[in-house]
């Protein structure tokens, strides 16, 4: 099963790069983007399986972050083909200088985010963190290419960042794994091994020392990858220039992956009696973050980087409520859900309103309720969803972290969390309202209508987030406690 | 050839020389010589000649990506954006002299604090690879050419790579073999991009790289 779930999307990859005709290679896309989900479905029927002390095992939260990541990245593939299909392949004029610039090859595009699957398919299976280094780096070598999509300087720029910053983070957190395997050689039956399994079994075996510096530096590495500031620095830029269905898979699916990497290693402090020690420092990291983004996302003039900085925001909030532990990590990994599905969304419909006002403005961008009615009324009902309203899921993922910050006698996080929740908010609806109302600029004429391949998609998401808000079904309630077990919260 | 203590001086050495060069030539000469020098040390602490195959695999593999690939790659780059040296580093070559001594004593302190589970080669390693990250951190911040900051990666690379080889036990073979494959990807993407930011920028400055800020309206 997890051969399946890494081969498809790994040769489908290779083949994409192969292909010469752009339709096969856009249906080939769907195809294994829908096969993925279906043997994710699967697996998620029988339930997690495996060997404990196997390398690649599906455990509940593996499995959690890989059921977000395949829908995800189904719904993504489909708006691919209706994105691509709408793209000029000559030379065109920059939105926002006076240059031209052109796409770069669409196989390699295709073959990437196929690659880009594989990649994040192996970090959730991972249950040896060497493994999981491997593929977390991989992550990003495979979604460099897609944001260097639009060949011109500033996705050049964005994308070196990326390159640079997230390779010597995540080689930061090869560091700490090093470390983690030296904090496992101590004792008699040390034996330095990195599987999760065996790391947990020992962990009261562990040297002390060894292990917080540990966890210092792989909270370090892969919070410079999840996004966490103040390391996030290639993040909005990234998101900003990069076609916004790699936007979606990156906020919605990449930074879940390298919070995995974080979960990991909470674990095992957990098991070795540190948790107070790495809860305090994600709370703190996590706290830090959301103040950032509140303060960037107020007067941010450019609605990607807007939903760029969000994601920090929320990256910060699961970081908090991984922290705080007990009720509050089952808040947390619902939050992952729901904030995968509405960010994914979210950029999704930004790439609609970038495509037809070729502007990523949020002051000059007006009237998408007129031109595009379906994207706009998405628009602010994800608004409503991403800055936590009822009745839509990330308010009732939100709420649980709350309380748990309130039962775990936490008043300074809580009263800091509901500031930046707030400040978030206003930051968010008056610039991303103001786009959609009004008529549009007569120096800045739309052009288009809503394709039902491009809002689809948007609607499946929509749909979603709204039905977690109302309704959390059974089996999804039952992953989300077996995942919070394995974290260590109630 | 298998002097453990000669090859940590050595790489020690570079990481100086590295510190204060200014042509880019030199810069990857030397990244080239430290992963020479790594290749051999992971034989060293093995047994030298004797050591087993897997070692030998991983020595000669790491040897010939690190000394051989990635100095042709760089070299590549280099001649495609015809630049020859770091003009005005954000930090003088004197001054990067300086940071490195300084650096090197924070290893030394940083290393005695921490205790090791079993005996090591040679004391000098954990210092060493403590002395190399920092290098690297160092270079990476304090130099403007995109091909300066490859080179500060990997030296930071480097580092954790040596710092590996102090752990009692060996990470297994797959693992290793996964790393050194992501490194050498990181490295081809990264030569790729040189190429595109010389042909966009006629230059391979990064500091003018500046268009992407957060700016307030």
């Known amino acids: 099963m997890i051969a399946a779930l890494l081969l498809a999307p790994a040769l489908a990859g290779v083949v994409a790069l192969l292909l010469r005709s752009d339709r096969l290679r856009r249906a080939l896309l769907v195809a294994t983007a829908l096969t993925h989900l279906g043997l994710v479905a699967a697996a998620w029927r029988t339930g997690p399986a495996g060997p404990p002390a196997a390398w690649l095992r599906l455990d509940p939260v593996g499995m959690l972050v890989l059921g977000v990541t395949s829908v995800l990245f189904a719904v993504a593939a489909i708006y691919a083909v209706g994105y691509l299909a709408h793209e000029e392949r000559t030379p065109r004029p920059d939105i926002e200088e006076d240059t031209l610039f052109a796409n770069g090859p669409e196989a390699v595009f295709t073959g990437c985010l196929l690659f880009f699957l594989a990649t994040m398919t192996l970090v959730t299976v991972s249950q040896n963190l060497g493994v999981l280094w491997v593929a977390v780096e991989a992550t990003t070598l495979a979604s460099a290419p897609l944001i260097f999509f639009h060949r011109h300087h500033r996705s050049l720029e964005a994308t070196w960042k990326y390159l640079l910053i997230c390779s010597v983070g995540i080689a930061v957190a090869l560091l700490g794994n090093f470390f983690l395997a030296m904090a496992a050689s101590f004792g008699p039956s040390g034996s330095g091994s990195l599987v999760l399994h065996e790391l947990i079994a020992g962990a009261p075996g562990l040297h002390a020392r060894w292990l917080k510096a540990a966890f210092v530096l792989l909270l370090v590495g892969y919070g410079t990858k999840m996004g966490l500031a103040p390391l996030h620095t290639w993040l909005p830029d990234a998101h900003a220039e990069a076609p916004s269905v790699v936007s979606a898979l990156l906020s919605g699916a990449l930074l879940n992956c390298a919070f995995l990497g974080i979960v990991r290693a909470y674990q095992v402090l957990g098991a070795a009696g540190q948790g107070r020690f790495a809860g305090d420092l994600l709370i703190d990291m996590g706290l830090f973050s959301m103040a950032l983004a509140a303060v960037f996302i107020v007067a941010q003039p450019d609605f990607k980087r807007l939903l760029a900085y969000s994601s920090v925001e929320h990256m910060g909030i699961l970081a908090v409520g991984i922290g705080l532990g007990g009720g509050a990590v089952f808040g947390a990994l619902l939050h992952l859900v729901n904030h995968s599905l509405a960010k994914g969304m979210l950029f999704l419909l930004a790439g609609n309103i970038l495509a037809a006002y070729r502007s990523k403005s949020t002051a000059r961008v007006r009237g998408v309720g007129a031109v595009l009615p379906v994207t706009a009324a998405l628009w602010a009902a994800g608004l409503l969803a991403i800055t936590g309203s009822p009745p839509f899921g990330p308010f009732l993922s939100e709420l649980v972290i709350v309380k748990g910050a309130i039962d775990g006698r936490h008043p300074v996080v809580t009263v800091l969390f509901l500031l930046f929740l707030a400040a978030a908010f206003i930051g968010m609806a008056r610039p991303m309202l103001a786009m959609v109302q009004g008529e549009p600029r007569p120096e800045l004429p739309p052009s288009g209508h809503d394709r039902w391949l491009t809002v689809a998609p948007a609607v499946v998401l929509g749909l979603s987030v709204l039905l977690l808000g109302l309704w959390i079904p059974s089996w999804l309630d039952g992953a989300l406690r077996a995942a919070a077990r394995v974290v260590g919260g109630g | ?217």
């Open chain 2, 1 to 217: 050839m298998f002097e453990i203590n000669t090859l940590l001086v050595g790489l020690l050495l570079v990481n100086f020389v590295l510190l204060g060069a200014s042509r880019l030539g030199t810069s990857v000469r030397q990244v080239a010589a430290q992963g020479a020098l790594l290749s051999l040390l992971t034989l060293a602490e093995h047994a030298g000649w004797s050591a087993p195959w897997r070692v030998w695999l991983l020595a000669l593999g790491s040897g010939v990506v690190k000394a051989v690939v990635f100095p042709y790659f760089l070299r590549r780059a280099l001649r495609e954006a015809d630049v020859r040296r770091e003009m005005e580093p954000y930090v003088g070559f004197t001054a990067s002299v300086l940071v490195g001594v300084t650096a090197l004593a924070a290893s030394l302190w940083l290393a005695s604090r921490l205790p090791l589970p079993g005996p090591v080669a040679s004391p000098l390693l954990v210092p060493v690879s403590l002395f190399t990250l920092l290098v690297g951190l160092f270079l990476l911040v304090s130099r403007r050419k995109a091909l300066t900051q490859v080179v500060g990666y990997l030296v930071l690379e480097n580092g954790v790579f040596c710092f590996g080889l102090a752990l009692p036990e060996d990470a297994p073979l797959s693992v290793e073999v996964g790393i050194l494959l992501d490194i050498f990807a990181a490295v081809f993407i990264m030569g790729i991009m040189i190429y595109h930011i010389s042909r966009e920028f006629d230059h391979i400055d990064t500091d003018r790289m500046s268009s992407l800020r957060d700016e307030t309206t």
